[in-house]
């Protein structure tokens, strides 16, 4: 990591001309990313998890995962944002510590426990993104994900409550995972008054209808991994029952 690459990734951040980061899960699809022309790249923890034989959910060593974060930032020239779940049962300090020895800028950490998936307490986790902002100082982005809809833990009021929170405690970013309605992305946007990151993915509004809504990143999570698997699957199939593997 770099000052000047941290900074870099903090000022793409941008309501209504937001950050569009389609995850990637190893050096080659970080290139294809930067070859694209995207500004930064995020990794999935989900499809990191996979490409490396492990299940989503804290299942991967955590070793493996920062390897594979270094490997990522070694292979492009732009910052690189780290998804790294709800930190591998590491404490802040040594989080931090070795987030910043993989060359990563930003880290993004969940609000629920990825082992059973039930959500943590608002203040534990306030507490847990404090220590990681006292760590780091300005040297992470620290994207607080929000997974009050993706367990129906509550509505509206509770996902910008702990949103309020997790911005009092440190992080630049809170993410909402699956809030899809425009709406109600809308009203959660102007309730946070800070930077907001979506999930895009089928059903969800366009990116630019989410950058009318005031939207400042928007992440693909796993989706590219899985469409290149689905790509590659496709290919098999029809190459195994004799058909043309490359139509058109």
């Known amino acids: 990591?770099?000052?000047?690459?941290?900074?870099?990734?903090?000022?793409?951040?941008?309501?209504?001309?937001?950050?569009?980061?389609?995850?990637?899960?190893?050096?080659?699809?970080?290139?294809?990313?930067?070859?694209?022309?995207?500004?930064?790249?995020?990794?999935?923890?989900?499809?990191?998890?996979?490409?490396?034989?492990?299940?989503?959910?804290?299942?991967?060593?955590?070793?493996?995962?920062?390897?594979?974060?270094?490997?990522?930032?070694?292979?492009?020239?732009?910052?690189?944002t780290a998804d790294l779940e709800r930190g591998y049962g590491l404490r802040p300090t040594e989080l931090v510590e070795r987030v910043l020895a993989t060359g990563a800028a930003g880290l993004n950490l969940e609000d629920s426990d990825p082992r059973t998936g039930r959500m943590c307490d608002v203040d534990e986790q306030a507490d847990l993104l404090a220590a990681v902002r006292a760590a780091a100082g300005e040297a992470l982005v620290v994207n607080a994900r929000v997974d009050v809809f993706l367990h129906g833990a509550g509505g509206l009021d509770e996902a910008v409550r702990r949103a309020r929170?997790?911005?009092?405690?440190?992080?630049?970013?809170?993410?909402?995972?699956?809030?899809?309605?425009?709406?109600?992305?809308?009203?959660?946007?102007?309730?946070?008054?800070?930077?907001?990151n979506v999930l895009l993915r089928p059903g969800t509004p366009t990116v630019a209808e989410l950058a009318r809504l005031g939207v400042a990143r928007i992440s693909l999570g796993s989706g590219v991994y899985a469409a290149a698997r689905a790509r590659v699957g496709a290919m098999l199939t029809a190459l195994a029952a004799g058909e043309d593997p490359f139509p058109g």
């Open 1 to 80: 990591m770099t000052p000047t690459r941290t900074a870099a990734l903090r000022a793409l951040h941008r309501p209504g001309d937001p950050l569009l980061l389609p995850n990637a899960w190893d050096a080659g699809s970080a290139r294809a990313v930067t070859a694209a022309g995207f500004p930064a790249v995020a990794t999935s923890s989900a499809a990191v998890a996979e490409s490396l034989g492990h299940a989503d959910g804290e299942a991967t060593p955590v070793g493996e995962v920062l390897d594979a974060v270094a490997r990522v930032v070694r292979a492009v020239a732009v910052p690189v």
């Open 165 to 196: 929170r997790y911005r009092e405690a440190g992080a630049d970013c809170v993410y909402p995972i699956l809030l899809a309605d425009p709406a109600l992305v809308g009203r959660f946007v102007a309730a946070v008054g800070g930077p907001v």
